[in-house]
């Protein structure tokens, strides 16, 4: 079953307003491509002023606080999000996992409380090299699908990003044969997690998606959209990625 594909931008920690001046033309590609989802993950600080500046894009976060409220200083929660008017929370992203020590069972929570507060959450996993040298990769995300996640998603509230993070940032991506493997293991899991709703979780590939590889990436079985970090922050980068994986 092919699935609506969605193409998300993490700009991590990039960006000021004037980067916002981005938005106009990765909108405008959003409407002229009606038949896929596009959405930016701008710092939280941008979250609202990428609102009001795009009314007609997917805004979203690049975590959530699990708590609904309370003593933890320097967090944001899924309420607050919503509230700036976000419709995605990314939780679980490999920089978090590592600079953050997030485990499975926090990533899980923080995307049950995303779910909780009616937004989509993009639970991220992904092998390191090592664990891809030692021929473990489709066992490593396996198990942080067991442990991240929520049993509650849906195909319009849960999405997976695979995301090997020897891929992230490094120009390097894993072959097609290796995509498609892995994303066919996420599926599987997933069926097993969610039973029939898991055919309808989108699963994105994520790591050095770039202009003249996102097709190729997107036309793999059960490849439904990118996860695109350091080409998201420009428009000449973005836009021809949207491109691509409308014509995939
Ligand atoms: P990259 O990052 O596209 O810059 O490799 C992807 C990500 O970390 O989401």
Redesign the pocket.
């Known amino acids: 079953m092919a699935l609506r594909k969605l193409v998300a931008g ?1 700009w ?1 920690m990039n960006g000021s307003r004037g980067a916002l001046a981005e938005l106009d033309a990765i909108a405008a590609a959003a409407d002229g491509n009606p038949g896929l989802d596009v959405a930016i993950c701008p710092p939280f600080t941008l979250i609202a002023p990428a609102v009001a500046a795009a009314p007609g894009l997917s805004i979203g976060a690049q975590d959530v606080h699990m708590a609904e409220k309370g003593a933890h200083t320097g967090c944001i929660s899924a309420a607050m999000l919503k509230e700036a008017g976000a419709r995605l929370a ?1 939780v679980g ?3 978090r996992r590592a600079d953050n020590h997030e485990t499975d069972a926090e990533v899980r929570a923080k995307a049950e409380a995303a779910i909780a507060a009616g937004l989509t959450a993009i639970v ?1 996993v992904g092998e390191t090299e090592a664990e891809r040298d030692a021929g473990r990769a489709v066992a490593v995300v396996e198990g942080q699908l067991d442990g991240s996640v929520p049993p509650q998603g849906k195909g319009d509230t849960l999405v997976i ?1 695979y ?1 090997p993070v020897w ?4 120009g390097r991506t894993p072959s097609i044969g290796d995509v498609g493997e892995m994303h066919a293991a996420i599926r599987g899991k997933l069926a097993t997690l969610l039973g029939a709703e898991g055919a309808k979780v989108r699963i994105l590939y ?5 202009p003249d590889n996102a097709a190729e990436l997107m036309a793999v079985a059960d490849v439904d959209g990118a ?6 922050l420009t428009a000449a980068q973005f836009v021809p990625i949207i491109a691509g994986a409308a014509s995939a």
């Open positions: 993490n991590k990314i992203h490999s920089e991220c990003a995301e891929a992230i940032g490094t994520g790591g050095s998606v770039k996860l695109v970090g350091g080409a998201s």
